[in-house]
């Protein structure tokens, strides 16, 4: 049986910073001596990631010692963590003052002040943050270069983003699996991003529906949007951008409901 493998227009002038002298991902549940030997770490400690029967107790002990462990961890460039993770849990985090990466998964914060302290941040994915309604603290991020926010719905002030005008790469978008896209008023806000490469909105609605913003965005080369539109209007936007020249939005025929002739979006193998 073929395996369908990711073709290279479906990465195709995708953006990641460079982060120096990374090691290769290693997986924790418990913390131990070997968290010593790499400085990209991946903690896996949601409930179903543990053997069946391992308690609750253990699996609160377990956190408490994470917590003690982490601000110690200096030599860290990158975590990427499976938890659910509170306010305590958050601001032990921000204590990690070499994060070049940071990836939380789900979260129940409602305030990511703390976050200030990661001077070095270059990359943030924050994805299920079902409390949190403001994102200001990001301003104050002056070396990310790669946001990423998806399935916040509370967040009242995603406009505030536009501000951040040396982002390279931003994601914004609901929640992929329910589905439910994320509502965004309006493109113009996002205008001043004008170091922005990518742009991934495959899982937001725009609310006034106008997509002329886009052209503001002189340097974007990808973007990745399901949005709905006149033809004439999408060929409009494709023509006159300087640089747009790949994504689901330059890929895909959307008259015709397929992805167009030439496009290696998968492959099977």
């Known amino acids: 049986m073929k395996a369908l493998i990711v073709g290279k227009d479906q990465i195709a002038d995708t953006y990641y910073p460079t982060i120096a002298e990374l090691d ?5 549940k418990e913390c131990g001596d070997r968290v010593l030997e790499t400085n990209n770490i991946f903690i896996s ?16 002990e377990i956190d408490e010692q994470w917590k003690e462990k982490l601000p110690q961890l200096s030599h860290i460039k990158r975590l990427n963590l499976r938890h659910k ?17 940071l990836n939380i998964w789900s979260s129940t914060v409602t305030d990511i002040g703390s976050i200030k302290k990661l001077t070095k941040l270059k990359a943030l994915y924050l994805s299920n943050f079902s409390r949190l309604e403001d994102v200001s603290p990001l ?3 002056k070396s990310l270069e790669s946001l990423s926010i998806l399935a916040s719905f509370k967040v009242a002030n995603y406009e505030l983003i536009g501000k951040m005008k040396w982002l390279k790469s931003l994601e914004l978008g609901g929640d992929t699996f329910a589905p439910k896209n994320l509502i965004l008023h309006s493109l113009e806000p996002f ?6 490469i990518e742009l991934d909105m495959s899982c937001a609605s725009i609310r006034d529906k106008n997509y002329k913003p886009i052209l503001e965005l002189k340097k974007l080369k990808r973007l990745d949007a399901h949005w709905r539109m006149k033809n004439q209007e999408r060929e409009l936007l494709q023509s006159e951008h300087p640089s747009l020249q790949s994504g689901f939005f330059v890929a895909y025929d959307f008259v015709k409901n397929e992805f ?9 193998k």
């Open 24 to 28: 290769e991902e290693q997986t924790f």
């Open 45 to 60: 400690t949601l409930a179903m990631d543990f053997p069946s029967g391992t308690s609750l107790k253990r699996r609160k």
């Open 139 to 141: 301003i104050e991020l």
């Open 85 to 101: 993770v509170d306010q305590d849990y958050f601001d032990v985090i921000c204590k990690m003052k070499n994060l070049e990466v």
């Open 191 to 196: 205008t001043n991003l004008n170091e922005l």
């Open 260 to 268: 167009k002739n030439g496009i290696e979006w998968w492959i099977e």
